[in-house]
């Protein structure tokens, strides 16, 4: 399954910040998505999301009506995401606005708690989790609702070294579900040996879309020569 950006486009009070991005994500895949502060990033994963409006067009199937109903997105901080005073009753909560029956609704939590290996706390008051069960339970309640494309915004930023490996292994699972998966990321190394694309974006362009290796060298040499140029 695709979805199809054609020169896609945002302003935000008058500020061109995305411009004229083309191109075309498909299912089944990690891409990495990397910048510097301020390129973009998130700004792409929200349009993707249905969250933000743009010039432009995205392309998806014919039998989706909207791109929302394709995406799901995880925020970097997983507090801000977590709403159930259960682990269980949180993958629950997203499920109760899309009129599944009771047990449709319990097949799919014990799915995704089963998939993201937190089945054990499934009764356990979210608040006690560490940072890498807190972001694996907001990527489970995104799942949940079973989009073909899941959008994570940094989300191993706030995250200790177990917690960024957690989170990586279920983002490896997603793949294997054969979802799409974007990660937006200023971690380049946890995630480079992994991906499948990389697309780096400089200015709200898209600088270089292909192999990962090769995308990272190219973000490294323009941050060095950056870097280079502030010391003069
Ligand atoms: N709600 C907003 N209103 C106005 N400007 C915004 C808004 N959100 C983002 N911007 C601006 O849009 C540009 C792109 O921001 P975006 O958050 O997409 O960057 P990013 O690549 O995700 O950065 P970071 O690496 O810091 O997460 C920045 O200049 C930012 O200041
Ligand atoms: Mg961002």
Redesign the pocket.
Known sequence: MHIKLQDVS?N??G?K??KGITTTFETGNIVMII????????????VLAGLIDFAGQIIIPGKYSDISELTGYVF?NPETQIVGSTVFEDVIFGLENIGLSKTEMETRAKYVLDLLELSELKFFDPYYLSGGQKQRLAIASVLALNPEFLLL??VTAMLDKNGKREVLNAVLKLKETNKGVLV?T?EINLFLPYVDRCIY?ED?KIAFDGNPHDGAELYRKAATEKFKKMQV
Not at 35 to 46: F, H, M, P, Q, V
Request: cysteine-free; aromatic content about 4%.
């Open positions: 945002v935000y009070s500020k910040v995305l910048g510097r502060n301020g390129s973009g990033k998130s700004t792409l994963l929200k970097q915004d940094e937006a200023h974006i709200g």
